[in-house]
């Protein structure tokens, strides 16, 4: 069986059709940037038109490919993602490549934690929106889909899935993030439960578990500890970056990734085990 090894074969994205949730900002404005710089036709959908705009600017500025859209939308409900399926269709008559980007988190006390903004809307987005978003595209995402060439879904967790601290540098003082670990430990398993589900279809399910990047969720504890201290607990010596998070996210949708299905990679620069280290980690 001969095959085409070369770089600019296996990773290309070049003419891909790629939906991004919450890309208007943060690290789904990093992967929307990554996929239009390397030929593919992005669309970005967020709650907040003015920052969809200023982020398409942007990514236009770099594209390669066709400009990029957007699509003002509320993924926090079924209803909310039904009528993203429905412009996005309007539009198009297929989709490659679903990034389930869009998610929020709730910080407040352990005995007075918000039940509706605490537990119910964070799950309604952060894992809710993926399981509504995917079944609603999959007859998009499997057309003219193949093994070699299969629709790819991109689901953002967290390394929050991992790591059970919910009171820490990114939670006010007293504050904890209650229903942030488990919403983004539910997408892992989310992603596992599609991957087998859609494999049939061609279609593989992913997920990325994301450390620190600057964005608005992480903003309050960056300001608050300074970049500095961030830093220092990592062991690369820095937090993410747009190359890291748009790299892998190529990678996942590309031919190079086309066996790779029910994965959740942390990319956090080896973060997770200073947490657990018994003595302080030393440069060699």
Known sequence: MSSDLRAGSLFSVAGKIVLVTGGGSGIGKMM????????????????????????????????????????????????????????????????????????????????DFPEEKGWDNVFNVNVKSIFYMTAGLTDYLSKDATSRNPGTVINISSTA?????????LSADGNGTWSYQPSKAAVNHLTSTLALKLGPSQITVNAICPGLFPSKMTAFGLKAAGEEAFNASQPTGRFGHPSDIAG?????????????????????????????????????
Not at 52 to 63: C, F, Q, T, Y
Not at 164 to 169: D, H, Q, S, T, V
Not at 256 to 281: E, K, M, N, Q
């Open 32 to 111: 929307a940037t990554g996929f239009a710089q390397n030929g593919a036709k992005v669309y970005i959908a967020a709650r907040k038109e003015n920052q969809l705009k200023e982020a398409l600017v942007d990514i236009n500025r770099v594209a390669t490919g066709p400009k990029a859209e957007y699509i003002v939308a509320n993924v926090g409900s079924k209803a909310g993602c039904n009528a993203l399926i429905s412009e996005f269709k309007k539009r198009e008559s297929k989709l490659h490549v679903l990034v389930n980007n869009s998610g929020i988190t709730w910080g407040g006390p352990y005995n």
């Open 248 to 284: 892998l996210a190529l990678f996942l949708a590309s031919p190079a990734a086309s066996h790779i299905t029910g994965t959740h990679t942390i990319l956090d620069g080896g973060a997770r085990y200073l947490h657990h280290s018994v003595a302080p980690a030393t440069k060699l």
């Open 161 to 169: 899935s991992v790591e059970p601290g919910a009171e820490g540098a």
